[in-house]
């Protein structure tokens, strides 16, 4: 039997263009969602770094938002002068920022309407300068990507850098990073090995994708960031779950938002994909009971 692919090589470019979620995605994430993540990532990275003296953040696979629509619900300070930039390749994604610009709220001016959103591959940001951020952030995305290392190679050249020391003074005592580089992924997810991959238990041949082992250990991120140039990284492990109101619901939301399952049931007939989804359902409602299913993400942090 073949050996399963990298998830990375079965999701091209073009696949994640026409990739979007559902509008209501721009909400901030429920505490059972595993985009609630995105709390610990703004925390992690506040602790580096203060948002509060942020003069540029840029938000790279922004998605529908979810890092800000976090961040402007949260108690940490952000600076009021701060340039806001989302990128993500899917305009779909950037449409449902640029839709949430449009419906004006008490607080849209302070928060919303300073978003630059616009649509750029993330190994190739041309239009963000050398050394213009402060803070660069990718929540469940980078690690994505297919050429994410030159993804990486991008967040170094973007991040403001901290100038050289001088060799005709005294050593000066620690200070504030310039910059900091914070970025998830998702380590374990039952969702995924126990519900999506009933594809591959049924059809055996119908591997389920894998993620690169850098991106599941904690030890193995760390050093492979560094690898990238990367200094001061720093991981987590945070417990995730994605709560659902029903088996049928969130199965159904399973097909809709993971891009990799085209592929594994590609050539199968309707029936084949519906007896799929109801064994799916059935799976859920056997093994998660209380509405939840757990996971594990990987938090990182690190500057330049």
């Not at 899917?90 to 309407?113: E, F, K, L, N």
């Not at 594809?199 to 991120?221: A, G, N, Q, T």
């Not at 994909?273 to 757990?294: D, N, S």
């Amino acid at each position: 039997m073949a050996a399963p692919k990298s998830l990375q090589d079965t999701i091209s470019r073009d696949l994640w263009r026409s990739h979007s979620y559902s509008p209501q995605s721009i909400s901030p994430p429920t505490r059972s969602s595993p985009m609630a993540i995105s709390h610990a990532l703004l925390s992690h990275t506040n602790t580096l770094l203060p948002f509060s003296t942020a003069t540029s953040i840029l938000d790279i696979a922004c998605g529908p938002g979810t890092v800000f629509s976090t961040l402007f619900t949260s108690p940490i300070p952000l600076a009021p002068t701060a340039s806001l930039l989302a990128t993500d390749i899917s305009p779909g994604m950037v449409a449902q920022i640029h839709a949430r610009q449009s419906q004006p709220s008490a607080d849209t001016a302070t928060t919303w309407a300073r978003v630059h959103a616009f649509e750029a591959d993330a190994t190739s940001l041309p239009t963000v300068p050398d050394g213009s951020q402060s803070h660069v952030l990718s929540q469940m995305g980078i690690f994505l990507i297919p050429d994410s290392a030159l993804a990486l190679a991008e967040v170094r050249r973007v991040m403001r850098k901290s100038p050289p020391p001088s060799s005709s003074s005294s050593p000066s005592p620690a200070t504030s990073p310039a910059s900091v580089f914070g970025m998830t992924t998702v380590a374990s997810a039952t969702w995924n090995s126990d519900v999506v991959g009933l594809i591959e238990e049924i059809y055996p041949s119908r591997r389920l994708p894998v993620m690169p082992p850098h991106w599941r250990d904690k030890r193995l991120m760390k050093s492979y960031l560094e690898g990238q140039g990367f200094k001061e990284v720093e991981v987590h492990e945070e417990e995730m779950k994605m709560g659902f109101d029903s088996p049928e619901g969130v199965v159904g939301m399973l097909w809709r938002n993971l891009p990799y399952i085209k592929g594994m049931i590609e050539g199968l007939d309707g029936g084949e994909v519906e007896g799929l989804k109801r064994k799916m359902v059935e799976r859920v409602r056997e093994r998660f009971p209380g509405g939840e299913m757990p996971g594990m993400a990987l938090v990182a942090t690190a500057r330049v």
